[in-house]
């Protein structure tokens, strides 16, 4: 089982909608949890950061974390063609907190 | 805001050049990663440091060397490259009282021939 699992893609959304992206992950310690966003040929940038259980919005973006499930979700809202991109979850271990395991991405397509 | 920036946006070397990747970051920060990143593969950890003249090996060390012989600075090498080296070379580093969030240089696009 892979530690850090993403919804498979490509998912497209039409321009204003909601792009709601998941991730679960198997390291039950995990503590950290992130969301990047890549654009094609670009470095990953960071976007969200939660690390405790419930939700966390800036501005049209919602990060929801569920230990207990061990799954952590991004909401994208009033969806824009500039949020096409890949986007990675990543996750905190136990053995190393320092060190990130990261899902393959979701790639998200926003249609105007 | 955090910086880390690395040596070149591009790279071509020929197979069995020595191939030097510098990385340096402005914040300080105590830890610093080696990732390559392949299509259909995702990020892949090289290695890892946490402090000066420490490192840990990723999960896909070979063929690699690192150095860090100052805080801010983390270089990845290539001892003989080859082929099924060419990849885009990502830096990132970060800092334990910001939740071990990673923030990433541009990247190096290796081509190696």
């Known amino acids: 089982q892979k530690e850090v699992e993403q919804n498979s893609g490509p998912l497209s959304v039409p321009e204003g909608a909601i792009a709601s992206l998941n991730c679960t992950y198997s390291d039950r310690g995990s503590q950290s949890f992130f969301w990047y966003r890549q654009y094609s040929g670009k470095s990953p940038e960071l976007i969200m950061s939660?690390?405790?259980?419930g939700d966390k919005e800036d501005g049209r973006f919602t990060a929801q974390l569920n230990k207990a499930s061990q799954y952590v979700s991004l909401l994208i809202r009033d969806s824009q063609p500039s949020d096409s991109a890949t986007y990675l979850c990543a996750v905190t271990g136990i053995s190393y907190d320092y060190k990130l395991s990261f899902g393959a991405g979701t790639t998200v397509t926003v249609r105007a | 805001d955090v910086k880390v920036t690395q040596s070149s946006r591009y790279l071509v070397k020929r197979t069995g050049e020595k191939v030097f990747l510098e990385c340096v970051q402005d914040?300080?920060?105590?830890?610093m990663f080696w990732y390559r990143q392949d299509p259909g593969l995702g990020l892949r950890l090289i290695y890892f440091?946490?402090?000066?003249?420490?490192?840990e090996k990723g999960d896909i060390p070979e063929g690699y060397s690192v150095s860090r012989e100052k805080k801010e600075r983390f270089s990845l090498i290539l001892e003989s490259a080859s082929t099924n080296q060419t990849s885009m070379y990502l830096c990132?580093?970060?800092?334990?009282?910001?939740?071990?969030?990673?923030?990433f240089g541009p990247g190096t696009r290796l081509t190696v021939t």
């Open positions: 990132a580093s970060s800092f334990e009282s910001t939740g071990y969030e990673q923030y």
């Open positions: 440091s946490y402090d000066v003249k420490m490192k």
């Open positions: 939660i690390y405790s259980n």
């Open positions: 914040m300080d920060h105590e830890n």
